[in-house]
């Protein structure tokens, strides 16, 4: 009957009032009832989805960096914890530290652009000798900086944080329609680079579920797992595109060509942003199942 169950969200006292399937998808998604009848409708055809703007939004506020920006009522933003508040703190404190000469500079060493780094927040730590860059969860607030050692290339987590996304501070204002999900900081900041939207991931199979939230934020309309040459990363790719379309919603895995062993090397040796577009556009695109796949399954 297009019924729903919820447990306390979704009662009499909600707008939309609780009712049929799409008067859930206006409660899930915000917006009115023309938006969610498109929505089923590309849904149905197993297209993807149109986006839309909630009419139905409230402010929410970067703890970092205090910049703004307008997410879906339906989030419940449950508190920082205190260790991840003091790492806040601590990055805050990094960023300010930093001086344009040191940007350009670091830019030179990881051989990035530096305005990515700027946008993904990446400061020198004193106390850890190291460059750290903040993971952030899906509502923007920090928790956990991943640290990053100039010399060798080691990298750590701050102690008490937890995994998390690495996040442009530029994404958060605009619209996205194609959304890569990268591995890593270094190769978040080559995509983001090449004026791609992007967020990266702590490793090949972490923060699935800060991955999910997030892209349930930016609503975009496919996402492209650009992952790593290696077995760890074409494995942790397909659990998580798995996932994502379950969550219904389209998606591909983008893998560089053979001789490079990540993104971050695939830019570096020349693929512009149009070349890794074409790459994503050609890539096989996972859709969700619809009602007429389940009706051709009789």
């Known amino acids: 009957r297009g019924a729903v169950h919820c447990r306390r ?3 009499r006292g909600t707008d939309p009032a609780p009712g049929g399937g799409l008067a859930t998808i206006r409660w899930m998604r915000g917006g009115g009832w023309s938006d969610a009848t498109q929505w089923l409708t590309d849904h149905l ?5 149109s986006r839309w703007h909630p009419s139905r939004q409230q402010k929410g506020t970067d703890p970092y960096t205090g910049a703004g920006w307008v997410t879906p009522v339906q989030f419940s933003v449950s508190p920082i914890p205190p260790r991840c508040e003091a790492l806040t703190q601590k990055q805050r404190r990094n960023l300010s530290r930093m001086r344009p000469g040191w940007w350009k500079r670091l830019a030179e060493v990881l051989q990035l652009p530096e305005n990515s780094l700027r946008q993904l927040e990446a400061a020198w730590d004193d106390d850890q000798r190291a460059i750290g860059f903040p993971m952030r969860r899906g509502d923007g607030g920090i928790v956990g900086i991943r640290w990053r050692n100039l010399r060798d290339a080691s990298k750590w987590s701050a102690a008490g944080g937890r995994a998390g ?3 442009p501070r530029d994404l958060h204002a605009k619209g996205v329609d194609r959304l890569y999900v990268t591995e890593g900081p270094s190769d978040a900041a080559a995509l983001h680079g090449l004026g791609l939207d992007v967020i990266g991931r702590p490793s090949a199979g972490g923060a699935i579920g800060v991955v999910l939230a997030v892209i349930e934020r930016l609503d975009p309309r ?3 797992l650009a992952c790593d040459n290696d077995e760890a990363g074409r494995k942790g790719a397909s659990v998580l595109l798995r996932r994502i379309v379950e969550s219904g ?9 053979p001789v490079h062993g990540d993104v971050r090397e695939w830019v570096a040796a020349g693929a512009g942003g149009d070349r890794i577009q074409n790459a994503a556009a050609q890539s096989v695109l996972h859709r969700p199942r619809n009602l007429f796949d389940w009706a051709d399954a009789f």
């Open 165 to 167: 996304v690495f996040w």
């Open 45 to 49: 055809h197993g297209r993807p989805h």
């Open 9 to 11: 969200c979704f009662t």
């Open 222 to 224: 496919e996402i492209v």
């Open 249 to 257: 919603r389209s998606a591909s895995i983008l893998t560089p060509p």
